[in-house]
């Protein structure tokens, strides 16, 4: 029996976030694992013209969910969805669920949060910090409140190259940037946002540290820990391998090297590509979920939830991976055939960005509205440059995680508990990994089907004979403009035609003497 799946039944649960990639997975493992758990709240806002009770159908209803169907056949009444808006004040929630959460909830798995890289501060603040504080708040408020855990990123602190599982301070206390968003205007902000984050690349990673300090601050005498991911990727085994629906991360760029866009990458083939499924970032969260409830540690944990240092592969390992799996498993109508070069200087990123992506972009919206249609690539193009230049500083160095905590948390589980809520990285085999992300993307994001992979791959063939036509073409053109220009290439030209010609002739001549 496992200890961690026993816990949780009959427990109420909090999730925040249930709507995004980690807080689907984590709903889903917490239904098929422990069938008899109380109830699972959800705080959820209405979007994209869905109500809440239309998300959480969908959620339900999609192939992720399909395990927990068959054993808890009664999820749709232990879950509960509540709305509210992280962004305003009580998160918009009603005296009478607000009741009801600071009544029942046992366990809080916080995951919400802004993850783009380039939101505004304030907007990024309001989220991954005040937010932050007022569940904190909120929880002091809950009695039977056993456990708070946070879900931060191991990115917090990347301007460092070793990072402990510790909480390292900001120069500015959290407060004081909560406070001045407030009565700052945007202008001012933009302007100081770069001084503020000083080393840090992004308004993301500086205001998740500045969660991790609110969590520091404000945990009172609440039972916290902290789980620090890495670059989250598709699960590797549960509920199937390579689930994944949206296109964050190397997701994102799996998709455009498959349909062709993304032909080259600014990166570090031989840094370490910190990539750790889903699944282990759940089983991970769900066992500290445990041990923080149980054990109650005298101080907040951090956890690492890191690949690097027990199972390293590089980036270089994975992109050759990527492109092998393409060749098997195409994607369908691609632009271009997969083919992603590193560059490592910025001389060569800019020449390929113009050769392998503007200029093929132009020409494709030249033909676009040669035959009256619409031209949409170049500006696909740029949006897709604007992301690498975004992602570049994450694929150009490493970084060193210690992940002691995370070690004794799995020495301290039984094995039925190590097998059920499995996060030993040490176990994954990372060239079968990415061969499921890259199905997974095909089938669960994509939504293709496998049976149209022959006419991709014809496809991909028609495409390839264009590229020769195309390159042919070129060539000659190149030539011709060559010889009306230079005496140089006349002569090589000419020679090279009288030596074809006596060529030929000698071969005539020999075959006409053996007959
Ligand atoms: C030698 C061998 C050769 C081999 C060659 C190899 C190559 C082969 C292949 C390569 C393979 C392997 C190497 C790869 C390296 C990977 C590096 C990863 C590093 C990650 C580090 C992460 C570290 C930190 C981890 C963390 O801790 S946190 C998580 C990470 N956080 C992010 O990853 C957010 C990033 N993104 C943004 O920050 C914003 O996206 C932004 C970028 C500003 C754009 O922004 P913008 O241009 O405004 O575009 P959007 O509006 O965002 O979107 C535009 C359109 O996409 C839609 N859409 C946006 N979203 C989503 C969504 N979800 N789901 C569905 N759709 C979405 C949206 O609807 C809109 O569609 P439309 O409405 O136009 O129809
Ligand atoms: N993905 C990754 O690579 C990594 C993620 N993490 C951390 O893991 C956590 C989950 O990330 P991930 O699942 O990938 O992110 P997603 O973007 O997929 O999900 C974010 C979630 O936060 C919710 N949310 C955002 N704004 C609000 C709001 N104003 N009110 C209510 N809910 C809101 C979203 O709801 P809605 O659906 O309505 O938008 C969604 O459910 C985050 O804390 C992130 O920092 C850490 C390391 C890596």
Redesign the pocket.
Known sequence: MSMIADFYGGKSILI????????KVLMEKLFRTSPDLRVIYI???P?AGQTLQQRVFQILNSKLFEKVKEVCPNVHEKIRAIS????QNDFAISMQDMQELLSYTDIIFH?????RFDDHLRHAVQ?NVTATQQLLLMASQMPNLEAFIH????FSNCNLKHIDEVIYPCPVEPKKIIDSMEWLDDAIIDEITPKLIGDRPNTYTYT?ALGEMVVQQESGKLNIAIIR????GATWQEPFPGWVD?I??PTGLIVAAGKGFLRSIRATPMAVADLIPADIVVNLTLAVGWYTAVHRPKSTLIYHCTSGNLNPCNWGKMGIQVLATFEKIPLERAFRRPKADFTTNNVTTQYWNAVSHRAPAIIYDFYLRLTGRKPRMTKLMNRLLRTLSMLEYFINRSWEWSTYNTEMLMSKLSPEDQRVFNFDVRQLNWLEYIENYVLGVKKYLLKEDMAGIPEAKQHLKRLRNIHYLFNTALFLIAWRLLIARSQVARNVWFFIVSFCYKFLSYFRASSTLKV
């Open positions: 925040t976030g249930a709507t995004g990639f980690l807080g705080l959820v806002r979007k509210a808006d992280l962004n995951c919400a949060a802004t993850v989220l879900i931060s990123t191991a998740k991911p890495s670059i989250v949206n964050n991360g």
